[in-house]
């Protein structure tokens, strides 16, 4: 009988990290639980299993405190790394600390820790290019948005995946990465869910992309999967929701209006100025375009998943 693994759980303080630490202390296959929010984490429930240690894992100091302190002592054998900053709006040194150089920081402490043997990262569909000369589909080896453009929230995405992927292969440490559909629902950073929290939701005219739509407890279950497993590399984590941006728009019970593309960006920019909602309309513009939905073969097949949550939409 294999042994009861101890996992350390980043993001706790975040609605995917919250839910994955809620599934692994009803799960028997876990001994030990560590939770690592940012801040403190109200939410999470008292349990002898479970530790809770806030931690800004920012710097490479206090990842190694972490690490090499706590998180020997309880012998964690598995990182689930669910950190990402969730406002689009932020940009800054810090913020790219708080979602690269963590990534960094915990790779580069695992591969000389003596317990720590698997890294489960969380990254984001956002990493891939979307435009019209691609496919719709995506696999793991579709290109990656590697443009220098794009604002911070994608680029630091990109580098933290990259990073996580460059050291496959090279190192004891098994390192699994998986690249998730947008989880549509509130304190996630889902740019989607923004933008239909407006009561008209303006949308390029002449287009209505196919989107693949994900939640929390699918997210969660999707990590958990990877937990147990001995398979490393890149996995696609899709939703069970598929569907065109204008049939979001009307199940979200929001009006869409389609208009002039080049209307979108200063309006959505005038919305967040007044509003101060984090939606982005220019780093969004070529998935309000084209579609992209993520090829979830490879994480059925090897990792077993497959989503069965659907999102709750409110008008059914």
Request: hydrophobic fraction near 40%; proline fraction near 7%; charged fraction near 25%.
């Amino acid at each position: 009988m294999t042994r009861p693994v101890n996992v350390m759980v980043t993001g706790a303080d975040a609605p995917v990290g919250e839910r994955l630490v809620r599934d692994l202390l009803g799960d028997s296959r876990v001994d030990r639980i560590l939770a690592v929010p940012w801040k403190e984490a109200a939410h999470l429930p008292r349990d002898e299993r479970l530790t809770v240690v806030p931690v800004d894992l920012s710097g490479s100091r206090r990842v190694h405190e972490l690490l090499f302190g706590k998180a020997r002592d309880l012998g964690i054998d598995v990182i689930a790394h669910t950190q990402l900053h969730r406002s689009a709006m932020d940009e800054n040194e810090r913020v790219h600390a708080y979602n690269v150089d963590a990534v960094r920081a915990i790779l580069s402490l695992s591969e000389r820790h003596p317990t720590i043997r698997r890294l489960v990262m969380r990254s984001d569909v956002a990493v891939y290019q979307i435009q019209r000369d691609l496919p719709i589909l995506i696999g793991e080896h579709h290109p990656l948005n590697m443009t220098g453009k794009a604002p911070q929230w994608v680029r630091d995405r990109v580098e933290a995946d990259v990073t996580a992927c460059t050291r496959m292969g090279m190192t004891p440490l098994e390192i699994v990465v998986l690249r998730t559909a947008e989880v549509l629902a509130p304190g996630t950073g889902s740019q989607l869910y923004d933008y239909l929290e407006s009561t008209v939701c303006l949308r390029p005219a002449g287009y209505d992309p196919m989107l693949n739509l994900l939640t929390i407890q699918d997210c969660a279950a999707a990590m958990q999967k990877a937990i147990h497993h001995s398979a490393q590399g890149v996995f696609n984590i899709p939703g069970a929701d598929t569907l065109p941006l204008s049939a979001a728009i009307r199940r979200w019970g929001r009006i869409g209006v389609p208009v002039p593309g080049l209307m979108l960006a200063p309006a959505y920019r005038l919305r967040s100025r007044v509003t101060g909602r984090d939606f982005r309309y220019g780093m969004n513009r070529r998935r309000f375009h084209y579609s992209g939905v993520l090829d979830g073969t490879r994480a059925r097949e090897t990792l077993a998943y497959v989503p069965c949550h659907p999102v709750q939409w409110p008008t059914g």
